[in-house]
T-cell receptor
Framework: AQSVSQHNHHVILSEAASLELGCNYSYGGTVNLFWYVQYPGQHLQLLLKYFSGDPLVKGIKGFEAEFIKSKFSFNLRKPSVQWSDTAEYFCAVNIAAGNKLTFGGGTRVLVKP | DADVTQTPRNRITKTGKRIMLECSQTKGHDRMYWYRQDPGLGLRLIYYSFDVKDINKGEISDGYSVSRQAQAKFSLSLESAIPNQTALYFC????????????????FGPGTRLTVL
């Protein structure tokens, strides 16, 4: 069974700082990769996803993620965060032939104004 | 996403009580899921259903049951609630019929915060 690890549980940074959240998964076959965001008091929303093709994926709100197959990683980045990026971020993986998402434990990001 | 609704949004109950959480969707999706969210553990899959006649256990199904009353409705029951079932519960949907890039994307409801005393 696949598993997903998010190494940072909490991240605190100031506005305009750069953000990078790590995500590693364990599965040797073809996977689809997702980053979801959960703003305070809200439900999960899709930030971006990778299925195939260009390993650098651009999502909403200036976020991007890079799929590095050799490292089983799908790290999320944003060059300059805003206070409104305060949220919890979840990496998720599913096997290409299946339809069940496996989530990482989440990373809480607090952006100080 | 307003297309996926959950009721109730908040519920406080006592140990031993039977609780039902309901999920409805207007997206026309055939696949529906129930997750629970606990701090530090992310979302874990409880049950999922690929169509009305298909019900499958997820990784943490013990203590829960589900019913797919129609394509648009998927309810989760706690037969006898216990305190460690206190969590945030999410329903999600996906569409098996869309083309490759969107097929595996799941859309989430607003969540139900359940507290078992």
């Amino acid at each position: 069974a696949q598993s997903v690890s998010q190494h940072n549980h909490h991240v605190i940074l100031s506005e305009a700082a750069s953000l990078e959240l790590g995500c590693n998964y364990s599965y040797g076959g073809t996977v689809n990769l997702f980053w979801y965001v959960q703003y305070p008091g809200q439900h999960l929303q899709l930030l971006l996803k990778y299925f195939s093709g260009d390993p650098l994926v651009k999502g909403i709100k200036g976020f991007e993620a890079e799929f590095i197959k050799s490292k089983f990683s799908f790290n999320l980045r944003k060059p300059s965060v805003q206070w409104s990026d305060t949220a919890e971020y979840f990496c998720a993986v599913n096997i290409a032939a299946g339809n069940k998402l496996t989530f990482g434990g989440g990373t809480r990001v607090l952006v100080k104004p | 996403d307003a297309d996926v609704t959950q009721t109730p949004r908040n519920r406080i109950t006592k140990t031993g009580k039977r609780i039902m959480l309901e999920c409805s969707q207007t997206k026309g999706h055939d696949r529906m899921y129930w997750y629970r969210q606990d701090p530090g553990l992310g979302l874990r899959l409880i049950y999922y259903s690929f169509d009305v006649k298909d019900i499958n256990k997820g990784e943490i199904s013990d203590g829960y049951s589900v019913s797919r009353q129609a394509q648009a409705k998927f309810s989760l029951s706690l037969e006898s609630a216990i305190p460690n079932q206190t969590a945030l519960y999410f329903c999600a949907t996906s569409d098996s019929g869309t083309s490759g890039r969107n097929k595996d994307e799941q859309f989430f409801g607003p969540g139900t915060r359940l507290t078992v005393l």
